[in-house]
């Protein structure tokens, strides 16, 4: 790479400081440069040989810097004050015949030296003087306005000043007149103690001004002890003039605070956000067209309603839910419910926002309308949403499955969703606050109560919002909308199916569809249940399907284990949960076994709390079952301290292995005490007769001889018996 005059090139060192250098001249021979460092106020211009400046370029020990950081002294004439370009020609009228004509001169040391002592003697300045300028000129590219000065830098704009014992800064009129200074001096402890106050009596929400936090600081911590007076402490404090001014102490507030911080701790987190946050752009400009970004959120309807099983009844208020386009403002979908916000509320306006609008208008109200009277049925590339519904695995599933962006605004940040916001508003304004049971905000006591006056049932009022979103896409004109310049020349109304048509035609690639099955499927909530040996377990119930079946999940289970299955379920209804398969692209649904029957027709809610209230119950047991645990022991201890006992005073001189020995014969002994007294006597009153009463039997043949010579004939039953009586004391 070829040399050239002032450009920069940085050495890769693992020093701490940089070394930067400009290339100041070059040999005509090309065999030797001048360079000099321009980051050492007392760097000179040195000799290199151009070889080895080549090599570790080659090297890469060397790189060149492509921004010089004195640019901005090439600037024009009339962007100079004038009082800086005097200055600037003063310095230059005298290192000019140093740095012009056979300028190389002046790189040498050994004609350095003359060359400035000259001009020393015909300018009158320094030798620091002119090394100075002459170190600027090179440093700064050789240009005549290097030796601008640097006024910026001289004086002490923005550090704390030294004190020598005099007060400083500009003498009040008291002082004048006094001719004595009067005041103190703000040092780091006074500085510390504004601190302190400030935090203490300013920077909270009790809304105290400057003045009384000044005031309150001084009675804090100036103070030189308490006076009793009226029985109450009162701070005793030095005469004014040994005390900061309020000048002071507003100075060093207004030096030090962090505004932001400051309107936080005292207007809140919350209301700094809404009202005074920079305010740098509009919703509009977080899309690039119709699908690009959509917005959703919930409100309670400000109206009452019936139930349309017994119009006498009073429901209460509905739950509204709106999808709207960012790029148009074209409201896409909309939920009406009686279910709290929750992922139910959002997942029926998400799935209305992919519905065909002719087809849903038609067969749920009756309402004929043109496919261009509500053309949107899309998913979008992202939604924006408050932090509530939209987040955890419910979201997941419309970002992994449906490659939905989901983005949710921090909390108390309503005006992040601004346009969604906006049409609750205008929904109240235009029809709301008209019907019958809407919500009196100025009711005054012995007014009628407004909800008696309810007569929508939620069907009803469902069309009614079906008109108002048909009347806000094709009628509600937004003059205040920024149209950019190809929708001016395009002559292009700012009404929102008017901006959607003309973004659907110029701002393509947004909206996407997909089949309303798979929609739903990866709109229902998401969770994870087991594949067990009885069956896929989920909140306390079994299912089964078809595919597992088919596939042995059960069998599988009871030999390895159970494992982890993804699954959706509808919260309205239990019978059936769903298999996600193939990442949310297919399902397969599961359904309870036989032994669950009881569970059927149930919904999530009704299950839940089933199974909550019984490990209620189990923990509530836990006392009897802790009681019962400690009375059973209890006797049990009793029982083996009193053996213990017995045993220790029946013990009597025996050796251990005589002990063991004679546990055969003792057994022995001891079953035949058992025999004898624990044997049953059928057909015995143990009370009534005496013990040794013989028992009439049956009569039997008996032989012609004497009982007394009568024996027996031996039977073979009393050889088993001795043999296993025999086996069972060799077990032993």
């Not at 200074?181 to 929400?205: A, H, M, T």
């Not at 769903?578 to 649904?589: A, D, H, P, Q, V």
Request: charged fraction near 30%; charge should be neutral.
């Amino acid at each position: 790479m070829n040399l050239c005059l002032n450009i920069l090139f940085e050495w890769q060192s693992e020093e701490a400081e940089t070394r930067i250098e400009r290339v100041l001249l070059l040999d005509p021979s090309g065999t030797d440069v001048v360079t000099i460092e321009i980051n050492n106020p007392k760097a000179l211009p040195i000799w290199q040989k151009s070889k080895e400046l080549q090599a570790a370029l080659t090297s890469r020990e060397v790189r060149l810097l492509e921004v010089d950081p004195y640019a901005a002294l090439l600037r024009p004439e009339n962007a100079i004050p004038e009082s800086h370009r005097k200055h600037r020609d003063r310095a230059w009228e005298a290192i000019a015949p140093l740095v012009e004509g056979e300028s190389e001169k002046v790189f040498n040391p050994s004609d350095r030296g003359p060359l400035v002592e000259a001009a020393v003697e015909r300018t009158g300045h320094s030798k620091a003087t002119i090394y100075s300028y002459l170190r600027r000129y090179w440093q700064a590219g050789q240009t005549k306005n290097a030796l601008l000065p640097l006024f910026d830098k001289r004086g002490g704009r923005g550090k704390p000043r030294q004190s020598h014992g005099c007060k400083r800064g500009r003498p009040s009129k008291l002082a004048k007149a006094s001719e004595t200074p009067l005041g103190v001096n703000v040092d780091d402890e006074i500085r510390q103690s504004f601190r302190r106050g400030l935090k203490l009596f300013y920077e909270n929400q009790k809304g105290r001004t400057l003045k009384d936090a000044y005031q309150l600081t001084l009675e804090k911590f100036f103070h030189r002890g308490y006076e009793m007076q009226d029985g109450v402490l009162v701070p005793v404090l030095p005469p004014a003039s040994e005390l900061p001014s309020f000048a002071q102490f507003r100075y060093w507030y207004e030096k030090e605070r962090d505004i932001t911080q400051v309107q936080i701790s005292r207007k809140g987190e919350r209301r700094f956000n809404l009202r005074h946050r920079a305010v740098l752009g509009d919703s509009t400009q977080m899309a690039f067209g119709p699908g690009s970004l959509y917005q959703i959120d919930a409100t309670i309807g400000d109206i009452y309603l019936v139930s349309s099983l017994d119009r006498n009844r009073i429901i209460g208020r509905p739950v509204i839910y709106f999808v709207i386009d960012t790029f148009s403002r074209l409201i896409v979908g909309f939920s009406v419910s009686l279910e709290g916000p929750s992922w139910l509320g959002a997942m029926l306006a998400l799935e209305n926002a992919t519905t065909n609008k002719v087809a849903f208008c038609q067969e749920e109200f009756g309402i004929r309308i043109d496919e261009g009277d509500w053309p949107s049925h899309h998913l979008p590339e992202g939604i924006l949403a408050d932090r509530g519904e939209l987040e955890g695995y419910n979201a997941d599933n419309l970002v992994n499955a449906l490659n939905v962006r989901v983005s949710n605004t921090p909390p108390y940040r309503a005006d992040w969703k601004g346009i969604v916001e906006r049409n609750f508003r205008l929904s109240n304004d235009k029809m709301i606050h008209w019907i019958p049971g809407a919500v009196n905000r100025n009711r005054e006591r012995g007014d009628k109560d407004y909800r008696l006056d309810a007569v929508l049932d939620l069907h009803q009022f469902e069309k009614l919002i079906t008109l108002c979103v048909l009347e806000h896409n094709n009628n509600h004109r937004m003059n205040w909308y920024r149209l950019d310049e190809f929708m001016i020349q395009e002559y292009v109304d700012p009404y929102p199916i008017e901006l959607w048509n003309w973004g659907v035609k110029n701002r393509v690639g947004h909206l996407r569809t997909m089949a309303p099955e798979i929609i739903r499927l990866n709109l229902l909530p998401a969770a994870e249940a087991s594949v067990t040996h009885r069956g896929i377990y989920y909140q306390g119930l079994y299912y089964t399907s078809e595919l597992a079946l088919r596939e042995q999940w059960f069998v599988k289970a009871r030999a390895k284990g159970r494992w982890k299955i993804p699954i959706a379920y509808e919260p309205r209804r239990l019978d059936s949960i769903y298999l996600r398969l193939n990442g949310g692209m297919r399902l397969e649904s599961c359904h309870l076994i036989d032994v669950e029957k009881t569970f059927k027709g149930r919904d999530w809610y009704e299950i839940i709390d089933y199974f909550e209230r019984q490990k209620q119950s189990e923990q509530a047991s836990r006392t009897r079952q802790q009681q019962s645990s400690a009375t059973f022991h209890a006797q049990v201890d009793q029982i083996v301290a009193q053996a213990t006992e017995q045993t220790e005073k029946a013990s009597t001189v025996q050796s251990k292995r005589s002990r063991i020995q004679e546990i055969r014969g003792n057994r022995k002994l001891e079953r035949e005490h058992e025999r004898e007294t624990g044997a049953w006597q059928l057909g015995i009153d143990e009370v009534s007769k005496p013990p040794g009463q013989v028992i009439p039997l049956p009569s039997v043949a008996q032989p012609e001889e004497d009982d007394e010579a009568y024996v027996a004939p031996p039977k073979p039953i009393d050889k088993l018996r001795k043999l296993r009586e025999k086996n069972w004391n060799n077990d032993q």
